[in-house]
């Protein structure tokens, strides 16, 4: 077996356990076998990205942004008060390409269908047209979600979308991934590297893909749910190799990789932890590991 495949066969297969981006309150999910990467959402503040210099190279080779060096944390200060980030609260981005589904996944995150009245507009083509600001969820402590415009426009080109959209100002940016992952995506990872800055690299709409893949290639839901895990990965995996990424940093960030969809994920944020059921839910991969990763935490008994 060469390393590409045993890097695949590894993340398709590892159950949860740590990485140092986590949300302070998280702890890893017991027996969340299905995970497809296996390090997302346990036990470490928020503080700073930890990432090999091998990988920090990388992010540096080949830099489309006119922006070199980091932004210092006296000046991310000054922009965050002037922004009206208050530090009250910790601050996410939910950002990525035009379309992605970014806002559904805000709404998610409020516990919000995205047909209620108080749900944040989305569309089949890009709606959020400047940055947008919700309080999270009553159960997910202290936080405030900024729904950032899509990246690969005309008017926001990728290359330049982390310095344009301010993404260094937020405690963790979670990155919204297209229909293929791509430049867009590696643009934003390399930035939040360079600068420091805890991100996740999200796949929604796992339950619709799930059925598209039951539905054209015949398969029982179970090996549908497994070839989307497994493709959805390696289509990341082969994208950063062919950017530059040396095959051992491959880890490195395809632990934060992390699939979910907007319905599983909102039933567990209406809910306590207490409520969650036992058993996985059928489309469920680690909507569990995002929530508290984001700082959902149990009720006191």
């Given at each position: 077996m060469d390393l590409l495949s045993s890097i695949g066969k590894t993340i398709a297969t590892v159950t949860l356990a740590t990485i140092p981006v986590a949300a302070a309150a998280a702890a890893t999910i017991g027996g969340a076998g299905v995970a497809v990467v296996g390090a997302f959402?346990?036990?470490v503040v928020w503080a700073s990205l930890h990432i090999s210099q091998q990988v920090h190279d990388w992010a540096r080779m080949g830099q489309k942004s006119s922006r070199t060096k980091p932004i210092f944390e006296d000046l991310i200060l000054h922009e965050r008060q002037a922004e009206g980030l208050s530090p009250k609260f910790r601050h996410i981005a939910v950002c990525g390409v035009a379309g992605s589904g970014k806002t559904s996944l805000v709404n998610a995150l409020r516990g919000l269908r995205n047909g209620q009245p108080e749900a944040a507009k989305t569309g089949v083509v890009e709606t959020t047209l400047s940055r947008s600001s919700y309080t999270a969820h009553s159960s997910i402590d202290s936080l405030v979600i900024h729904d950032i415009p899509g990246a690969g426009t005309?008017?926001?080109?990728?290359?330049?979308?982390?310095?344009?959209q301010k993404?260094?100002?937020?405690?963790?940016v979670l990155i919204v991934q297209g229909e293929?992952?791509?430049?867009i995506e590696i643009e934003i990872i390399k930035a939040?590297?360079?600068?420091?800055?805890?991100?996740?690299?999200?796949?929604?709409?796992?339950?619709?893909?799930?059925?598209r893949v039951a539905d054209d290639e015949g398969l029982e839901f179970a090996d549908a749910k497994a070839k989307h895990m497994r493709v959805s990965v390696e289509a990341v995996m082969k994208e950063l190799m062919k950017s530059g990424l040396p095959t051992n940093g491959l880890l490195e960030l395809l632990r934060l990789v992390v699939l979910v969809n907007k319905n599983d994920l909102r039933q567990y944020v209406i809910?306590?932890?207490?409520?969650?059921?036992?058993?996985?839910?059928?489309n469920e991969i680690q909507e569990r590991s995002l929530l508290k990763y984001l700082?959902?935490?149990?009720?006191?008994g």
């Amino acid at each position: 077996m060469d390393l590409l495949s045993s890097i695949g066969k590894t993340i398709a297969t590892v159950t949860l356990a740590t990485i140092p981006v986590a949300a302070a309150a998280a702890a890893t999910i017991g027996g969340a076998g299905v995970a497809v990467v296996g390090a997302f959402g346990a036990g470490v503040v928020w503080a700073s990205l930890h990432i090999s210099q091998q990988v920090h190279d990388w992010a540096r080779m080949g830099q489309k942004s006119s922006r070199t060096k980091p932004i210092f944390e006296d000046l991310i200060l000054h922009e965050r008060q002037a922004e009206g980030l208050s530090p009250k609260f910790r601050h996410i981005a939910v950002c990525g390409v035009a379309g992605s589904g970014k806002t559904s996944l805000v709404n998610a995150l409020r516990g919000l269908r995205n047909g209620q009245p108080e749900a944040a507009k989305t569309g089949v083509v890009e709606t959020t047209l400047s940055r947008s600001s919700y309080t999270a969820h009553s159960s997910i402590d202290s936080l405030v979600i900024h729904d950032i415009p899509g990246a690969g426009t005309q008017s926001i080109p990728a290359a330049e979308y982390f310095y344009t959209q301010k993404l260094y100002l937020f405690d963790s940016v979670l990155i919204v991934q297209g229909e293929r992952f791509g430049e867009i995506e590696i643009e934003i990872i390399k930035a939040c590297i360079r600068q420091r800055t805890p991100f996740a690299v999200l796949r929604s709409r796992s339950d619709e893909l799930i059925a598209r893949v039951a539905d054209d290639e015949g398969l029982e839901f179970a090996d549908a749910k497994a070839k989307h895990m497994r493709v959805s990965v390696e289509a990341v995996m082969k994208e950063l190799m062919k950017s530059g990424l040396p095959t051992n940093g491959l880890l490195e960030l395809l632990r934060l990789v992390v699939l979910v969809n907007k319905n599983d994920l909102r039933q567990y944020v209406i809910k306590g932890i207490e409520e969650w059921p036992k058993e996985p839910r059928k489309n469920e991969i680690q909507e569990r590991s995002l929530l508290k990763y984001l700082g959902k935490i149990e009720k006191p008994g």
